[in-house]
């Protein structure tokens, strides 16, 4: 049987990692949907938001997700606004398993302050508001998060427990 599961959460839950872990436990392929996007565009998704804006790259970002429901026994990490856009949480749901790495506010704040990765969102914000930012934004987007078909705490992951999951 041909799977793919798709690991959504907020920026810095550790969906790209997870996803990594899984994919070799599971003898998958593994696509990062953010990594995919600048590779077929050959520019950086800061650049996107820079030069275009948001709304431009949620529907690149749209059309990227489409293309993965061919993909076969795959792993694909979402970026974090991914479900919340478009109908994109029902197709996720439609074409694959999803997976929410739900994470604490504080958990996330601390990892992204200490992230090397740019992220667009954040840039006009000091460390004080990076938090208000997160929690106001995590509020907005639970309600596509939590219509995954598996939730799975994203602090210290076990990824034996989420292949367990996905597997039953």
Do not use: W
Request: hydrophobic share 35%; proline share 3%.
């Amino acid at each position: 049987m041909d799977r793919r599961i798709y690991i959504i959460g907020f920026m810095g839950s550790g969906k790209s990692t997870a996803g990594k872990r899984l994919a070799s436990l599971m003898g998958y392929s593994f696509t990062d949907l953010d990594d995919m996007i600048e590779n077929k565009y050959r520019i950086t998704i800061p650049d996107i938001f820079n030069r275009y804006d948001e709304a431009a790259f949620r529907k690149v970002e749209h059309e990227t997700l489409k293309q993965t429901f061919h993909y076969k026994d795959h792993i694909i990490s979402t970026g974090g606004g991914t479900p919340c856009f478009f109908n994109n949480m029902e197709l996720i749901n439609n074409n694959g398993i999803s997976v929410f790495l739900e994470t604490h506010p504080k958990s996330l704040h601390n990892r992204l302050m200490h992230s090397k990765k740019r992220r667009p969102l954040l840039e006009q914000h000091s460390p004080e508001e990076v938090l208000v930012f997160i929690e106001k934004e995590l509020k907005k987007r639970e309600v596509y998060y939590r219509q995954a078909h598996h939730i799975i705490k994203g602090e210290d992951l076990d990824i034996k427990e989420l292949l367990n999951l996905i597997d039953h």
